[in-house]
């Protein structure tokens, strides 16, 4: 039998969408494409963009947000 899958390479292991069955000792071909991560680069940077301004800049340093945090939840642990 002849199939075709499409799916991506995650860095440990190459996913296939939508999942393929496969049997022990059956033969598998792999070819594969180099695609542009541009459209990963978009969304990475329209996401970067909508945070800009969540948390409005009071002159505070990091620390002095992070000391707020802990003293408001310390009650809560």
Do not use: N
């Given at each position: 039998m002849?199939?075709?899958a499409k799916?991506?390479?995650d860095g440990?292991?190459?996913v296939l969408?939508?999942?393929v069955r496969l049997e022990?000792?059956?033969e598998v071909v792999v070819a594969y494409a180099i695609a542009s991560s541009a459209k990963s680069k978009e969304t990475k940077s329209k996401i970067v963009?909508?945070?800009i301004g969540a948390i409005p800049n009071t002159g505070?340093?990091?620390d002095?947000?992070?000391s707020e945090r802990l003293e408001k939840y310390a009650d809560n642990a």
């Open positions: 002849i199939a075709t799916g991506f390479f440990q292991q190459i969408d939508p999942p022990a000792g059956q963009d909508s945070l505070k340093a990091l002095d947000y992070r």
